[in-house]
């Protein structure tokens, strides 16, 4: 396809081809090299969700971002180029499918780029994995908003030979669940960071002080946020852990225990908190809801608990990011994504 | 009115309310990313419903997921028809997929926090 481009075309560049393989686009630029630019993905995803089999991304006078998908191809042919140069080649090429197209306007590609900036900046606010070194043997983070960005986060902080691990499930999805993520993340570390109280205490005031959020600011009363907390003290070997509705799996060396939280053991008073002794070898497990709650490739069954296990099962046996990516793009397949998803193991 | 139907779309739930018969179902996926509008006007609906002169209220959730918004949006919906026990004999029927805990917890949870007794019955698919 390309050389046929090249053939009809020889004054456009061509930037390379988007395959789908297990639900990941790759951007083959030759036959060696596979790059993903978050740019170039979302033109292919938007692509793909349409139901045109071409977008034309005006960047500027004369200068356009061409993305076509003959539906009796696999592979996403990626052009730039003036716009009124491309037409004929696409109609060309597209000889065989009806001509369906969707143009995206110079101020649209403003405010994606803007988002597109945003999600960026956000992103960069996520904690570096570098922290987790010295107090793991192995470890992964798989973080795979809705979005570019979304309402799940991670977060690390380092006090001696301690470390705490938070992840928080923010209500809603994209940029703005993001920004009420980042405010809730600084909310949870005031009450966390450096605090000599009981973790689960300091849950509850974490939860007294988003009530007075909402209260002061007359806020959404959507805003709400499920955490999962984990402290590791490496000199005592104790692992303490509480949450609000994100549980923590663990594999102590002989078998794969759960402990289960509830947002509404907080209104009830009963939140959890265990102190574990720990030791090298043993396995732990954080994800948000949107990892069990994403369904199969039939669209009919989510992964559910059960689906769940089977995967962690296959982590204790050892960490594999690899893997686990496997094994949720198997069972997703093409369905689409409804969730955050994060999912955070550590071996000790 | 007398009834309140919505078919289901891609991503937001089916709805058939019957005022005069007095039943009410809600289900299917729930993932819309502003949900108030959605349930703002079934939770109308519901507080019209209450001077109504049906005597029995006999609602029917069939979800098989919906994301956290609009899970408070449900509860809110659940605490409207927690008010219906003032003036009518009210029935909840709480359906979830055999193998979905979590849709069993939350219709626990709301059960819980509202005091309301709930049916729960399991199912071996919700399609």
Redesign the interface.
Known sequence: MKNRVKELYGNLEVYGTYTKEQNQLYLSKDDTTRVITSRLEEICRELLDSDANHVVIELEENKSFIGFYPHSQRSIILLAGGPIDCFPMLHALLINDECTERTISFEEENVRKSFLRSSELLSQLLPVNDTLEPFFDDYFIYYRPLYQIGGDFYWFEQNDDKIMIILGDCTGHGVAAALVGIAMLQMVRSRFSHSEKELHESLYDFYDDLDAYHEKYESDEMVDLELGIVVYDKSKGTLDFTGSGINLHYYDGAELKLLKTRRTQVVKKELVHVKLNVKEGQKFFLHSDGVIDQFDNQNKRKLGRMGLQTILEEQCKGLSEFQFIKHVNAFKGQTEQIDDSTFLAFSL | MSFLLIEAGK?SPFVCFDFDGGTFKVGGRS?I?QP?EFYQQLISSIGNYSSSAITEAHFTFEF??F???SC?CIFNLMKEIKKLEDRKSVVINWYY?K????ML?IGE?FE??LEMPFRMISRD?L?
């Open positions: 991503n993932v990313e108030l098989e997921y994301n956290t918004s408070k997929d193998d979905d805990e979590d917890e949870d819980d926090i698919r399609d």
